[in-house]
């Protein structure tokens, strides 16, 4: 039984580690080749063997196995002939990619194993290593379906316009526009975002929706911390009415508000101007930071505020030196969550402006969505209205993980 968990182990690391280099060549390169599931079923019955063995002497290392991957897929590479992917990349990449993929392989191998008794295999080592096992195939569908869309969004923005038209599948990034020199090339190569950013107004754009962001940011947090220290701490009249009324607002969908509020803002005059889409989106995002605030200021002890008082602190005072330096968690994570929102929103910003002057990046990419102009110059686009976000998302993803959760339990 402890042969069959590492020769299953042992395959289905094998498997993912030589379809990802495969699929690493296939995007980075734009090589074409082939899945060899012929040399990943033996390297990983090798790997699995090479587990069980080491098992039965002790508990098998990372290294040792990285190695063993490795010259198993070097021999496997020279009893081919030396091209067991087929690729078209040279003979050094030719050997350099099984050799990569095979210590990849024998890695994966032994983490997968790690702390597994396969000298004494029960119901548990099998529930584990299966665990273990779905949890990786759900790691790569998960990176292959985040990857993979933008991965294809990037190289088609880089690719001269020629290139594009010729071979839209090729996924690989045209490294050969270097052959010209450094500069050349990569003015070659970036040729779609100098396009994007001053003939078709896009730094305008992006200071548009920064401003516009910013400040639908700024105003919902300064509103929902007020609202939500209320509803939290006060005792007012309507006060169970309030904290129903603030989901029920939200729970309306933004298309069916559409039609109305187009018609109020025309007749006051507040259509095609960024103050009347920042009150549009104010409606949008108060309501969820008014509910997420709530819920992270019921944690705080009441206590410190009282504390506060008693010190002669006025109830803004409270706010404003206690509850606010302890809610910073939440409000990071409810400003990043409102800044994403008027920085992605499509629907009003397509309704409400008119002026190619006041467009945001969203409503500057319908005009990208032409014959007219270039794929590539709509997948720069994309990726200029894409990469901000991105980023800001990642430097303040452990507030917004922080601020989410800490609401979720009292005391």
Request: hydrophobic share 55%; charged share 15%; proline share 5%.
């Amino acid at each position: 039984m402890g042969a069959a968990i590492a020769l299953i182990v042992g395959v289905a690391s094998a498997l993912a580690s030589l379809g990802s280099t495969s699929l690493l060549i296939v995007l980075w390169g734009g090589a074409k080749t082939a899945f060899p599931l012929d040399a990943a079923l033996m390297l990983g019955l090798a790997l699995g063997a090479l587990a069980w063995l080491l098992a039965r002497r002790g508990r098998p290392a990372s290294l040792p196995m990285t190695l063993a991957g490795a010259g198993f897929a070097l021999v496997w590479t020279l009893a081919a002939g030396g091209d067991p992917y087929r690729l078209e990349l040279g003979p050094l990449w030719n050997r350099l990619a099984p050799l990569a993929a095979g210590g990849l392989a024998g890695f994966a191998t032994a983490y997968g194993l790690r702390g597994v008794r396969l000298d004494r295999p029960d119901g548990e080592v099998w529930e584990l290593v299966g665990l273990r096992l779905l949890r990786g195939a759900a790691f790569l569908v998960f990176v292959f379906m985040v990857v993979f869309p933008f991965w294809a969004m990037i190289a088609a923005s880089l690719k001269p316009r020629a290139e594009f038209l010729a071979d839209p599948a090729n996924l690989g990034l045209p490294l050969h526009v270097f052959s010209e020199g450094f500069w050349p090339g990569l003015q070659k190569m970036f040729v779609g975002y100098r396009e994007v950013l001053v003939t078709f107004h896009f730094l305008r754009y992006i200071g548009n929706t920064a401003f516009v962001a910013t400040s639908t940011t700024v105003i919902t947090l300064a509103l929902a911390v007020l609202g939500a220290y209320a509803v939290a701490r006060l005792e007012f009249r309507g006060r169970a009415v309030m904290e129903r009324a603030i989901l029920l607002t939200y729970m309306f969908p933004a298309i069916v508000l559409a039609i109305p509020l187009y018609t109020v803002f025309t007749q006051l005059g507040l259509r095609d101007n960024l103050f009347g889409l920042i009150i549009v989106y104010l409606a949008q995002t108060l309501p969820v930071a008014l509910y997420m605030l709530r819920s992270y200021f019921e944690t705080i002890p009441a206590s410190l505020e009282e504390a506060g008082l008693i010190d002669g602190c006025s109830r803004f005072e409270v706010i404003w030196r206690i509850t606010l330096p302890l809610a910073l968690p939440a409000l990071a994570s409810v400003g990043l969550y409102v800044f994403m929102i008027a920085w992605n929103e499509f629907l009003f910003a397509f309704m409400f402006l008119d002026t190619p002057e006041l467009f945001t990046l969203s409503r500057g990419m319908v005009g990208l969505n032409s014959q007219e102009v270039p794929r590539q110059f709509l997948m720069a686009g994309a990726v200029i209205v894409t990469v901000p976000i991105m980023v800001l998302f990642f430097w303040f993803e452990k507030y917004l993980v922080g601020g989410l959760t800490a609401g979720g339990v009292k005391g």
